[in-house]
């Protein structure tokens, strides 16, 4: 198993634990961070019925593969997960800064079909039990968010694009604005993502992220910049007013673990989406 080998000081790193259920992979967060009614879980490739580059728990509609498959490995997921895929939410996913605030109204949306997603933003938050928040990456960063005593969740997906909007910090304002839960309360998770081992950027994408953060973010390997984009997000988080202790990160790297995860970067061609899951049961 790979690991982001930039280590974060101060910062509980190996947050995440292995599961198998059913054949199906995944990572959850460890039991003694989390709380008996909160589901937050990160699928892996492990367990699912796709084939080819999307060998196997492909989990994304817009890569190509198979759309009955894929529904086949949500079913699998939830399940094992022990959940509903009718009480999924999904986002469309552009790669913004957007928010929306999800009701049990919205259950369903994108489970089954890409087109009915929550449009135009890469953040859900919902104080909705029993409403699974999901989004998909393959590198990008997956946050997770969660206030127990409020009973509200978020998640967000961020890319490069997504981390320079902030889209972590926005998440953090709606569960703030929308349901009065305190900064110093929430609770967040940056799920497996490319790390500084493989992230090579060029000078452009560089320059934008060391005028935002110095050269915290950049370390250079063979002559090449490459970035670290969880510690972007991370900073972001500070910066937000969330505790330091109250930030976990995964020091799993999507790219170098080929059997465990599909990476964009690494697999360059068509591949799988991974699914980040955060929701409280009822
Ligand atoms: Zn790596």
Redesign the pocket.
Known sequence: M?F?GDRIRDLPTDVLTYRGIDGVGFFELDAALSAPNLVCAFSTRVGGVSQGPFASLNLGMHVGDDSQTVLINRQRLSHALGISLDEWVTAEQVHGGAVAVVTDSHRGRGAFSKELAVPGVDGLVTNTPGTWLVCFYADCVPMVFWDIAKGVVGIAHAGWRGALTNIGGAVVRAMQERFGSPVGEIRALIGPA??P??YEVGEDVGEKFRSLFGNDVLTQRGGRMHLHLPKANYQYLLDGGLLARNIYISRL?T??NRDMFYSYRRDKGPTGRMAAVVGLRE
Do not use: F, L, M, P
């Open positions: 790979g982001i490319i790390g081992c493989c790297c790219a170098c």
